[in-house]
C-alpha cells in the first residue's frame, strides 16, 4: 500500500490520492512527477498502478522482426538506420529474402512478425501485399504487425490513393496490426528541427485513428532523451490518451530511450538509467486508458529493462531475433533471447513470465 505521507513530504499527496482512487492525472502532475527528486517514489506509484492491472504477471512474445529495407526518403537527424538509395550500407530484401529469413527460423514458435521499414522511394505497395500474403502462407497461424502510420503514409502518396484504401488492402493482404514507430514526439517544434521531411504528428495520430476505425489496432511510442521539453514529452503523451478514449485502437505504449550513435543529432548525451526508469514510470500514471506498457529492452538493456517492470512496465517484448534500426543506433544489447532467457529473466525479477500473441492474448 502507498504510504500517502511519504508523498505529503514530498509535495505529491495529491497526486498519491488520485491514483489510489484511480482518478487521472492532469499535465501539472505530469510536470511535479518529472520533477520529483525520488524516482523510487513515482515508480512506487506507476507500480501500484501496473500491479492493479496485471498483477504479478510480465509478458513476452516468440516473434521475429524483419526490416525490409534502410533506404529512406525522410532523412531524419536521430535516425542511424537510414541510407539514400545507391548509398554504402543501403540494403533492400526481396519478397524471396524475406522468405529465407521466415525459414531460417521455421522450427522457431513464432507467434508474431513484426516488419518494419525505411519509407523506400520506389518500392510499390504490391510489393508489401505480397510479403504479407508469403508471410501468412508460410505462418498461418502467427500475426503480422508491420508498418507504421508513417509508412502508410508514405506508401499512399507513392500510390496516389487514400491512406484508408492502403489500409484495406493491407487488411486484406493478412496485416493484423500497426507497430507504433515515427512518432518520435509530436510537437512540430522537435519535428521542424529533427524530422522536417517526416509524417507530421497530426499525421501519425490521424492514421492511427484510421486504421482503429477500420479494426486494426496498433501500439504507440514515444521517443524521448534528445532535444525534447518535459513539457512537449508530456503533450505527446495527453495527445495519445485523448487518441485512446475515442478509439480504443492503442494495445500498448513503448517509450523509446533515445541512441546517441551514429547521427546528426549534437550535443545530446543520452537519458540516464533514472530518467529511463521515470519516463517509463509517468508514462504509466499518464496513459490510464493504454492497458499495456512495454520494457523495450533492446533500446534499455536487459538488466535495465528488467527493472522497469517494477516502474510501470508489464511487457518485456521478446525474443526480436535480428533488429537493426536500435543496434545501428549504438544500442548494446543482444540481438535476440531466447524462450528460456526471456522466462528466466523475468522470474529472477520477481514476476510471473507470461507468454502472448501481439493483442496480449495469452498462448
Known amino acids: 500500500m502507498l504510504d500517502i505521507k511519504w508523498y505529503e513530504k514530498l509535495g505529491m499527496g495529491s497526486i498519491c490520492e488520485k491514483v489510489l482512487e484511480g482518478q487521472r492525472l492532469d499535465m501539472e502532475d505530469g510536470e511535479r512527477l518529472f520533477a520529483c527528486p525520488d524516482v523510487v517514489a513515482v515508480g512506487s506509484l ?68 513484426h516488419i518494419v521499414g525505411g519509407c523506400h522511394p520506389d518500392l510499390p505497395l504490391s510489393y508489401f501485399e505480397t510479403i504479407l500474403r508469403e508471410v501468412k502462407k508460410f505462418r498461418p497461424k502467427a500475426f503480422i504487425k508491420a508498418f507504421t502510420a508513417v509508412e502508410i503514409a508514405h506508401f499512399a502518396k507513392n500510390e496516389g490513393i487514400s491512406t484508408r484504401e492502403v489500409l484495406l488492402r ?47 489496432k496498433s501500439n504507440a511510442t514515444m521517443l524521448y532523451g534528445h532535444i525534447e521539453t518535459v513539457r512537449e514529452r508530456l503533450e505527446h503523451l495527453v495527445a495519445l490518451r485523448e487518441l485512446q478514449d475515442e478509439t480504443q485502437g492503442f494495445v500498448c505504449f513503448i517509450p523509446l530511450s533515445f541512441q546517441t550513435a551514429n547521427n546528426q543529432v549534437q550535443g545530446v548525451s543520452g537519458c540516464t538509467g533514472v530518467e529511463d526508469l521515470k519516463t517509463m514510470a509517468v508514462s504509466r500514471l499518464m496513459l490510464d486508458n493504454v492497458p499495456h506498457m512495454k520494457a523495450y529492452w533492446v533500446m534499455l538493456t536487459v538488466k535495465l529493462a528488467q527493472v522497469a517492470l517494477y516502474f510501470g512496465a508489464d511487457d518485456f517484448d521478446g525474443t526480436i531475433i535480428e533488429e537493426k ?22 522470474r529472477e525479477g520477481g514476476f510471473e513470465p507470461v507468454e502472448r500473441n501481439c493483442f496480449f492474448e495469452r498462448v
Open 46 to 113: 506507476a507500480h501500484h498502478v501496473r500491479t492493479r492491472l496485471h498483477g504479478n504477471a510480465a509478458y513476452y512474445v516468440i516473434n521475429q522482426h524483419i526490416n525490409y529495407s534502410n533506404i529512406c526518403v525522410n532523412g531524419c537527424r536521430f535516425c542511424a538506420f537510414h541510407r539514400k538509395k545507391g548509398q554504402k550500407g543501403a540494403f533492400q530484401l526481396t519478397e524471396t529474402d524475406v522468405l529465407d529469413k521466415l525459414k531460417e527460423r521455421e522450427h522457431d514458435p513464432i507467434t508474431e512478425v
Open 170 to 216: 493491407l487488411k486484406s493482404a493478412g496485416l493484423d496490426m500497426l507497430p507504433g514507430g515515427g512518432a518520435e514526439v509530436f510537437s512540430p517544434r522537435v519535428r521542424t528541427l529533427l524530422c522536417p521531411e517526416k509524417l507530421s504528428g497530426e499525421g501519425w495520430l490521424n492514421v492511427s485513428r484510421e486504421a482503429h476505425r477500420l479494426g486494426i
Open 325 to 346: 534500426i536500435g543496434h545501428m543506433a549504438g544500442a548494446d544489447s543482444d540481438q535476440a533471447l531466447t524462450r528460456g532467457e526471456l522466462e528466466q529473466i523475468i
